[in-house]
C-alpha cells in the first residue's frame, strides 16, 4: 500500500479518551449512544460534549440504532456530531432524504454487517446515498450492532471494497496483530475499532500506539507521536 489509511477510534466516553485517540493520530472519533447490545454507550449529554471539543478537521461519529427519520435527525441534532454512523443495515431510503434535507452539514455512514453474500447486495443498494460504508461484524436480526470483537469473512469485505462507488472503513476484531492481513485482504479506506485497543474498558496508550504503528507501517507512513 502507498496510501494513508485513516483511523477510526470507536467507543470514546469521554474528553480524556478523545485527547488520547487524537494524540494518536485518529481521523475520527465514534461516540456510541444507546445500543440493544455491545459495549461503549454513553449518554447523549457527554457525546454533545466530547463532540463540541473535538477540533476540526476530526470527524465525530454519532453511533445510532434509531431507524426511524425523525428520530434519527432528532439524534443528530442533539448530540452536535457532525458525522452520523447507522448501526442498523435494514435503513429505508427515507432516512437518508430526510438527513440530507435537515442536516445537509453532516456525513452520513452506513454500517453493513458481514454475514453472507447477501451483504453484498445490500451494501451497493446503500452507497450511492450515504457519505461511506462501514462494515463490521454483527447481527441485525438478534439486535447484535456491532461491538462484537469478533472478525468477519474478509474476502466478501474485499468484494464490497472493490464494488463500492463510497468510500468503505473495516471493523471488526482488529487488533495491532491481524490488522497488517485485514489490511492486504480487503484494501479499505479506513479501520475502525473498539475493544482491540482497551483494557478494562478503558482506552489503552499502549495497545493503541501498537496498533496505530501496525497500521502505518502496512501503508507506508510514518506513525504520528503522541503528545
Not at 475502525?192 to 478503558?202: A, E, I, Y
Request: glycine share 8%; with cysteine.
Amino acid at each position: 500500500m502507498d496510501r494513508r489509511i485513516r483511523l477510526k477510534v470507536c467507543c470514546v466516553a469521554s474528553v480524556e479518551e478523545a485527547r488520547l485517540a487524537i494524540d494518536h493520530g485518529a481521523d475520527a472519533l465514534g461516540l456510541v449512544a444507546r445500543m440493544p447490545t455491545g459495549p461503549g454507550p454513553i449518554g447523549d449529554d457527554l457525546i454533545r460534549e466530547i463532540a463540541a471539543r473535538v477540533p476540526p478537521p476530526i470527524a465525530t461519529f454519532l453511533l445510532t440504532s434509531q431507524t426511524e427519520p425523525d428520530a434519527v435527525v432528532d439524534h443528530v441534532r442533539r448530540t452536535g456530531v457532525n458525522t452520523v454512523q447507522l448501526v442498523d443495515d435494514a435503513i429505508l431510503p427515507m432516512v437518508y432524504d430526510a438527513l440530507r434535507r435537515a442536516t445537509p452539514h453532516v456525513r452520513i455512514v452506513q454500517v453493513i454487517h458481514v454475514l453472507d453474500d447477501a451483504s453484498v447486495g445490500i451494501a451497493l443498494a446503500a452507497a450511492p446515498r450515504v457519505d461511506a460504508l462501514l462494515l463490521d461484524s454483527g447481527n441485525p436480526a438478534a439486535r447484535e450492532l456491532g461491538g462484537t470483537g469478533r472478525a468477519h469473512d474478509w474476502a466478501i469485505s474485499r468484494r464490497i471494497v472493490e464494488a463500492s462507488p463510497v468510500p468503505v472503513f473495516l471493523a471488526g476484531g482488529l487488533n495491532d496483530a491481524n490488522v497488517r492481513q485485514a489490511l492486504a485482504a480487503t484494501q479499505p479506506f479506513g479501520v475502525d475499532l473498539c475493544s482491540g485497543v482497551r483494557t478494562n474498558g478503558s482506552l489503552d496508550a499502549e495497545k493503541l500506539g501498537r496498533f496505530v504503528r501496525a497500521v502505518r507501517a502496512a501503508s507506508n507512513q510514518p506513525a504520528p507521536i503522541a503528545g
